[in-house]
């Protein structure tokens, strides 16, 4: 089976001459498709960088983006993105704000109204489609983000440490919505996390990023089967790999 | 604090209220003669000798103040987003515009006679000449200080520049654009008055400058209190059209 995305010896490099700095250096990963894969690493290491170069937002010096098996080297309309913040336009209510991607592509906004509520319903923001994302919690609020994200269809979701704003309760309550989501969607998705036990509850595979330039230190295949119960955080399985991982991170 | 917003109509009247009365007897007790310095009875009976006159001019300096505003308005709205679109744009234009508005633009009142004659278009030109600036700047500002993960967010989903700048950085910059409307609408009536001191034959800022040539100082006082008390109007419709339209950005009592 071909990846979904494949990043073949990417190298980032941020400014020119001296002043510059290599963010990623030779990054290979393959992602398939349906696949989880979560990154982690200290911060500043370039997490954020990869997510851009899969989105297309950042052209890397060396190496290549091949997503289903076509190079691709600007923004294309198969990802979907959510970022730590939530991002959404005051002037805009719930409904409104999920549409924006396809307004913004002068897309047939009324042709996609079913599958706004779709996804409304399935954050559970019923009724809240006329409200205002400053009437709304934050974790109410990254909801909305998410169904923004997912409003095109993407094939590929990015995470950027979407949910490390939110409290525990939420962040856990938001782990079991995105695995739904994510099931329902078949989305190939790509994590980037600060918090190890997110990275290894959602993953199937989590990639361990060492810093400065940032290469790949190495994988850790998480073998529990999806969906997994929140439950599962305190067997001893998972906190073996919540302490290796750690320690891959660490050294 | 139940009655705070009576306190809040009622209190700056009875000060002004006060100040009148001091202002008054202050006059009375010093004998300064009415063309130095006129009490407000004396300003209050100008406006009852000349009711027509006074709306009359009124009505010219309101005008071309308004058309100028309107112009400018809409003059800068539109310029902003070429500015905003492209650097190179900017780049090339901004520092002529800055440029322009450094010219004290009341030396351009006889050159625009010249051109354009004594009738309202020079009045209208002055006063949008001297309002576009500052409403231009900070809508301009608001526009390209968009966060950048919103704009990368939408650059995800294949949006070109312009596409997210009509979505987004404009509505976005509208309660900056409108509240600029407030400085714009100070500015077009300092416009629009220099040019009737200067090269015109009616509205508030020529009966200023004659009725003081006939030491008719009451009169021209009644001219200032009619300025103040019009813009200040005006200023409060806009800030209702605001709240209105941009109550979004008010979501925050502060
Ligand atoms: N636009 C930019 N211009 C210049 N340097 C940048 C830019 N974006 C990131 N960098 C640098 O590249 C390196 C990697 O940044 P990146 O944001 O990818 O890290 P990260 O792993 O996501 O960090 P964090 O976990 O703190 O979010 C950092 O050293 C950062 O300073
Ligand atoms: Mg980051």
Excluded at chain 1, 27 to 44: R, T, Y
Aim: hydrophobic letters at 50%; one cysteine or more; a positive charge.
């Amino acid at each position: 089976m071909e990846p979904a995305i494949r990043l073949c010896g990417i190298t980032v490099r941020y400014g020119n001459g001296d002043g510059g700095l290599v963010a990623v250096a030779d990054v290979d990963l393959d992602v398939m498709p349906g696949e989880v894969v979560s990154i982690v690493g200290k911060s500043g290491c370039g997490k954020t960088t990869l997510l851009k170069v899969i989105a297309g937002l950042v052209k890397p010096v060396r190496g290549e983006l091949v997503l289903n098996g076509h190079k691709a080297n600007t923004p294309h309309r198969g990802v979907g993105m959510l970022f730590q913040s939530p991002l959404l336009l005051p002037w805009r209510t719930v409904i409104k704000n999920i549409l924006l991607p396809i307004e913004v592509l002068n897309g047939d906004v009324r042709s996609y109204l079913s599958r706004a509520y779709e996804l409304i319903e399935k954050v559970g923001l019923k009724g809240f489609e006329n409200s205002y994302p400053w009437e709304l919690s934050g974790g109410m609020q990254q909801r909305v983000a998410l169904c923004r994200a997912l409003i095109h269809k993407p094939s590929t979701l990015l995470l950027d440490e979407p949910f490390s704003a939110l409290d525990a309760i939420t962040r856990e309550e938001m782990w079991g919505l995105l695995q739904e989501i994510i099931e329902y969607e078949r989305c190939t998705t790509v994590l980037v996390t600060h918090d190890v036990r997110e990275a290894v509850l959602l993953s199937d595979r989590v990639v361990v990023i060492s810093g400065r330039p940032g290469r790949v230190r190495s994988e850790v295949r998480v073998d529990f089967r999806r969906p997994r119960g929140l439950d599962i955080q305190y067997t001893k399985e998972f906190n073996d790999y919540v302490a290796m991982i750690k320690s891959l991170i660490g050294d | 604090m139940a009655s705070g917003k009576k306190f809040k109509v009622i209190n700056p009247l009875l000060t002004l209220l006060l100040l009148g009365i001091a202002w008054e007897l202050v006059i009375r007790v010093s004998n300064i003669p009415n063309y130095v310095l006129p009490p407000p009875s004396a300003i209050l009976a100008a406006f009852g000798s000349y009711p027509w006159y006074l709306t009359y001019n009124l009505a010219e300096t309101l005008t071309s103040a308004l058309i100028g505003l309107a112009i400018a308005a809409a003059f800068s709205l539109t310029l902003s987003i070429p500015l905003a679109y492209s650097e190179a744009v900017r780049e090339s234009v901004y520092p002529l515009i800055t440029g322009f508005n450094a010219i004290p633009r009341a030396a351009l009142v006889p050159l625009l006679a010249l051109w354009f004659g004594l009738g309202a278009a020079p009045r209208v030109l002055t006063a949008f000449l001297i309002a576009f600036f500052p409403i231009l700047v900070p809508t301009l500002t608001a526009m390209i200080t968009m966060e950048k993960e919103l704009w990368e967010m939408l650059q995800s989903f294949g949006a070109s520049k312009g596409q997210i700048l009509i979505k987004v950085a404009v509505p976005r910059a509208m309660p900056y654009f409108l509240s600029s409307l407030h400085m714009g609408l100070t500015s077009a009536f300092v416009g629009s008055v220099i040019a009737e001191m200067v090269a015109s034959d009616r509205g508030l800022g020529y009966v200023i400058l004659s009725s003081t040539s006939r030491l008719d100082t009451p009169l021209a006082f009644a001219c200032l209190i009619l300025l103040a008390l019009t813009t200040f109007l005006i200023s409060k419709v806009l800030s209702l059209v605001e709240r209105r339209v941009v109550g979004w950005a008010y979501r925050v009592n502060i």
